[in-house]
């Protein structure tokens, strides 16, 4: 289940005095809910920031309502989350009018300033930029009204670029009887649909409801504008449907798909079977190919393709590659490909194994291409050469033939070739001269070929502060490029050690005078004081390159986080980090308190560091955009502060500071040390 996006659920239920009491209402809400909330069917967390996701209270005015449906909202974008949203109550269409409006408490039929506009809410909640998708249910008389016009949504707040999806309990013309809809959805969700694959959209439960709502015919709307979205989106999980074998060559992804494929082939003609190894896929595109040419076939052909691009790939690697076949490997190979294409995974892996990525690659791709193949491709080059591969090699080119991915192949191989060459060169620049830990009178500048120091120099800062430092470090850029263009190579990285006192105000990415930094680099930002440490420092680096290979291991988000509760403190944080406590990469939730004692004292005992660049700080709810992420960072934070220069949407990442020395900066480190003289660090030895 941890393939699938995060949902929100919010259902309200409310009486309306002046209306009939709905006997059933609470049952009917509280069952209802019930289903959605189950992680077997459902799988939706609370859609209010207090826990809460039932709300059935006669005394819900429509004032109320509004309330709580914008709190879900703001929640849902805050947490990156898909929103469901569930009415059921009364509800009416004043006059010729289309549009239904949930009555409350306080409303009186045909008076909408007393009640709710339902589609005005569900438009507003699928126009925000950071809601991935809106399912609305809504049970009551009318309720085909609910749904939002067209303008709304395609020229709304979202640009188009908006995911909502109602199931409606009644046409326009239609009074909703007993909340037989909910009831009969409810039941749905609890038995499932034969044959009808893993997640069941709002189309599938229309048709399974078709019939059985007596004097209702269940409408849907939906309205799928993002380009980049892949999936559907679903109101449940399927409870007929068996799930992926745990130990096959197929991921999860993969099965969901074959089987929504399969299940949607016409039921009068015998259907083969959902492929699960390679001969299977064979013998399954056999058979499509006999079949009468529908879309269902051809959906179901590429399900199959698909899939053998998965298989095939899985097997080559195993027999090509073998024992040199790792994780860090697969990692290294996985990260770069994300770095190359400038994206991120849709959610975490659950696992870092052949079949998981290669699951995800094959069938997550963006729907701006028709397949995944170029991802695979790329994949696959990359993880040749992390383990020494001839990229020219005979069963290579042979693999890229069995899944008809010559093109692509080498079109891989191109770019990855180019893409190194764009590696090859790096600007370390240190501000590190400073005796104070402040800005400094000088910048020390390297250019490394490979990790190897090709040349150094030093740049006189005009004035000791911020402008004088940006000076100097636009001078040593122009150095450096310079090299650059004499190696015709071209200059993508630039590293930029900071000392503790500049941390907390300095931006470097921001700077530049003709184009800011982290528009034209890769700016990553390091701690200067690895660059000359004192003695105790040079004692616990040991520690610290420890620490890093355990947050590299790590599949989830290695992050320890501390509020501020646990840093005002400073000798008992310093004795818990001493005993060798947070051995993760540490995060700080709050800005107000951060000094330049408190980042000293932490980043001597941990390579990597988070801390909030507003004064909102970066609550617990905001964690979770970190997930997919991670696995692109340095480089995805800098992509979200392009995002937001460019004024577009980029979420809370683009919120964050960090430090992020990594195994080849502590390299670096250990193999260019200054002749600065070292200064007095806060940590101190204790008995």
């Given at each position: 289940?941890?393939?699938?996006?995060?949902?929100?659920?919010?259902?309200?239920?409310?009486q309306?005095?002046?209306?009939?009491?709905?006997?059933?209402l609470?049952?009917?809400?509280?069952?209802?809910?019930a289903?959605?909330?189950?992680?077997?069917?459902?799988d939706?967390?609370?859609?209010?920031p207090?826990?809460?996701?039932l709300i059935?209270?006669?005394?819900?005015?429509?004032?109320?309502?509004?309330?709580?449906?914008?709190?879900?909202?703001?929640?849902?974008?805050d947490r990156?989350?898909?929103l469901?949203?569930?009415?059921?109550g009364?509800?009416?269409?004043?006059?010729s009018t289309?549009?239904?409006?949930?009555?409350?408490?306080d409303?009186?039929?045909?008076?909408?300033?007393?009640?709710?506009?339902?589609?005005?809410?569900?438009?507003?909640?699928?126009?925000?930029?950071?809601?991935?998708?809106?399912l609305?249910?809504?049970?009551?008389?009318?309720?085909?009204?609910?749904?939002?016009?067209g303008?709304d949504?395609?020229g709304?707040?979202g640009n188009?670029?908006?995911r909502?999806?109602?199931?409606?309990?009644?046409?326009?013309?239609?009074?909703?009887?007993?909340?037989?809809?909910?009831?009969?959805?409810?039941?749905l969700?609890r038995?499932g649909?034969?044959?009808?694959?893993?997640?069941?959209?709002a189309?599938?439960?229309?048709?399974a409801?078709?019939?059985?709502?007596?004097?209702?015919?269940?409408?849907?709307?939906?309205?799928?504008?993002?380009?980049?979205a892949?999936?559907?989106?679903?109101?449940?999980?399927?409870?007929?449907?068996?799930?992926?074998?745990?130990?096959?060559?197929?991921?999860?992804?993969?099965?969901?798909?074959l089987?929504?494929?399969?299940?949607?082939?016409?039921?009068?003609?015998?259907?083969?079977?959902?492929p699960?190894d390679?001969?299977?896929?064979?013998?399954?595109l056999k058979?499509?190919?006999?079949?009468?040419?529908?879309?269902?076939?051809?959906?179901?052909?590429?399900?199959?393709?698909f899939?053998l691009?998965?298989?095939?790939?899985?097997?080559?690697?195993?027999?090509?590659?073998?024992?040199?076949?790792?994780?860090?490997r697969?990692?290294?190979?996985?990260?770069?490909?994300l770095?190359?294409?400038?994206?991120?995974l849709s959610?975490?892996?659950?696992?870092f194994?052949?079949v998981?990525?290669?699951?995800?690659?094959?069938?997550?791709?963006?729907?701006?291409?028709?397949?995944?193949?170029?991802?695979?491709?790329?994949?696959?080059?990359?993880?040749a050469?992390a383990?020494?591969?001839?990229?020219?090699?005979?069963?290579?080119?042979?693999?890229?033939?069995?899944?008809?991915?010559?093109?692509?192949?080498?079109?891989?191989?191109a770019?990855?070739?180019?893409?190194?060459?764009?590696?090859q060169?790096?600007?370390?620049?240190?501000?590190?001269?400073?005796?104070?830990?402040g800005?400094?009178?000088?910048v020390?500048?390297?250019?490394?070929?490979?990790?190897?120091?090709?040349?150094?120099?030093?740049?006189?800062?005009?004035?000791?502060?911020?402008?004088?430092?940006?000076?100097?470090?636009?001078?040593?850029?122009?150095w450096?490029e310079?090299?650059?263009e004499?190696?015709?190579?071209?200059?993508?990285?630039l590293?930029?050690?900071?000392?503790?006192?500049v941390l907390?105000?300095?931006?470097?990415?921001?700077?530049?005078?003709?184009?800011?930094?982290?528009?034209?680099?890769?700016?990553?930002?390091?701690?200067?004081?690895?660059?000359?440490?004192?003695?105790l420092l040079r004692?616990?680096?040991?520690?610290?390159?420890?620490r890093?290979?355990?947050?590299?291991?790590?599949?989830?988000?290695?992050?320890?986080?501390?509020?501020?509760?646990?840093?005002?403190?400073?000798?008992?944080?310093?004795?818990?980090?001493?005993?060798g406590?947070?051995?993760?990469?540490?995060?700080?939730?709050?800005?107000?308190?951060?000094d330049?004692?408190?980042?000293?004292?932490?980043?001597?005992?941990?390579?990597?560091?988070?801390?909030?660049?507003?004064?909102?700080?970066?609550?617990?709810?905001?964690?979770?955009?970190?997930e997919?992420?991670?696995l692109?960072?340095?480089?995805?934070?800098?992509?979200?502060?392009?995002?937001?220069w460019?004024?577009?949407?980029?979420?809370?990442?683009a919120?964050?500071?960090?430090?992020?020395?990594?195994?080849?900066?502590?390299?670096?480190?250990?193999?260019?040390?200054?002749?600065?003289?070292?200064?007095q660090?806060?940590?101190?030895?204790?008995?």
């Amino acid at each position: 289940m941890d393939e699938e996006p995060r949902r929100h659920l919010l259902v309200v239920a409310p009486q309306c005095a002046s209306m009939r009491h709905l006997t059933r209402l609470g049952e009917a809400a509280s069952a209802l809910h019930a289903a959605l909330v189950d992680p077997d069917t459902g799988d939706c967390a609370p859609g209010l920031p207090d826990g809460r996701s039932l709300i059935v209270d006669e005394r819900l005015t429509s004032n109320w309502i509004r309330t709580l449906i914008g709190e879900a909202i703001s929640h849902a974008e805050d947490r990156g989350a898909s929103l469901v949203l569930a009415l059921l109550g009364h509800g009416f269409v004043p006059g010729s009018t289309h549009t239904l409006y949930l009555m409350g408490a306080d409303s009186v039929e045909d008076a909408p300033e007393r009640a709710v506009n339902v589609g005005e809410l569900l438009a507003a909640a699928a126009n925000r930029p950071g809601i991935p998708g809106v399912l609305g249910i809504v049970d009551t008389c009318h309720a085909a009204g609910a749904t939002p016009p067209g303008q709304d949504l395609t020229g709304g707040a979202g640009n188009g670029r908006s995911r909502l999806a109602v199931l409606m309990s009644a046409s326009l013309t239609q009074q909703a009887v007993d909340l037989s809809f909910s009831r009969a959805l409810t039941g749905l969700i609890r038995k499932g649909v034969p044959g009808a694959g893993p997640l069941l959209g709002a189309d599938d439960v229309q048709r399974a409801l078709r019939g059985s709502v007596v004097g209702q015919d269940v409408t849907v709307f939906q309205h799928d504008g993002d380009p980049f979205a892949t999936g559907r989106l679903w109101v449940t999980r399927n409870a007929q449907d068996r799930g992926a074998d745990p130990g096959g060559l197929l991921g999860r992804l993969a099965h969901e798909d074959l089987t929504e494929a399969f299940g949607a082939l016409p039921a009068a003609v015998p259907a083969p079977h959902v492929p699960h190894d390679v001969p299977s896929a064979l013998d399954a595109l056999k058979a499509l190919g006999c079949l009468p040419p529908s879309p269902a076939r051809d959906r179901a052909r590429e399900a199959v393709l698909f899939a053998l691009t998965a298989l095939r790939t899985v097997g080559f690697l195993r027999g090509w590659i073998g024992g040199e076949l790792t994780t860090a490997r697969l990692r290294q190979a996985l990260r770069a490909l994300l770095a190359s294409e400038h994206r991120a995974l849709s959610s975490p892996l659950p696992e870092f194994t052949d079949v998981a990525i290669l699951d995800r690659l094959a069938f997550d791709h963006s729907v701006t291409r028709s397949n995944g193949k170029p991802s695979v491709a790329e994949f696959v080059v990359r993880l040749a050469l992390a383990s020494g591969k001839d990229l020219a090699s005979s069963e290579l080119h042979a693999w890229a033939r069995s899944v008809d991915a010559q093109q692509e192949l080498n079109d891989a191989v191109a770019k990855v070739l180019d893409d190194r060459e764009d590696q090859q060169l790096r600007l370390a620049v240190g501000l590190d001269s400073s005796l104070t830990g402040g800005w400094p009178e000088t910048v020390s500048a390297w250019l490394l070929r490979d990790g190897e120091l090709l040349e150094r120099q030093d740049f006189d800062c005009p004035t000791v502060d911020r402008a004088g430092a940006e000076a100097a470090v636009e001078e040593a850029a122009v150095w450096a490029e310079d090299h650059a263009e004499a190696l015709g190579l071209r200059l993508r990285w630039l590293d930029i050690a900071v000392p503790s006192g500049v941390l907390l105000e300095w931006r470097p990415e921001e700077a530049g005078r003709g184009l800011r930094f982290g528009v034209q680099y890769d700016v990553v930002l390091h701690w200067s004081r690895r660059l000359a440490p004192d003695p105790l420092l040079r004692r616990i680096q040991g520690a610290v390159n420890e620490r890093w290979e355990e947050i590299a291991a790590c599949t989830g988000v290695p992050v320890d986080w501390l509020d501020a509760s646990e840093t005002s403190e400073r000798p008992p944080l310093q004795g818990k980090l001493r005993d060798g406590m947070y051995r993760r990469a540490i995060g700080l939730t709050h800005h107000a308190g951060l000094d330049d004692q408190l980042m000293e004292i932490l980043l001597s005992y941990t390579p990597v560091l988070l801390w909030p660049q507003g004064a909102e700080g970066f609550p617990v709810d905001r964690h979770h955009c970190l997930e997919p992420q991670w696995l692109t960072m340095p480089e995805g934070l800098g992509r979200a502060y392009q995002r937001r220069w460019r004024g577009e949407y980029a979420g809370h990442l683009a919120d964050l500071r960090a430090v992020w020395d990594d195994r080849a900066w502590l390299r670096f480190c250990r193999l260019v040390r200054t002749t600065v003289p070292p200064v007095q660090n806060t940590i101190e030895e204790t008995s």
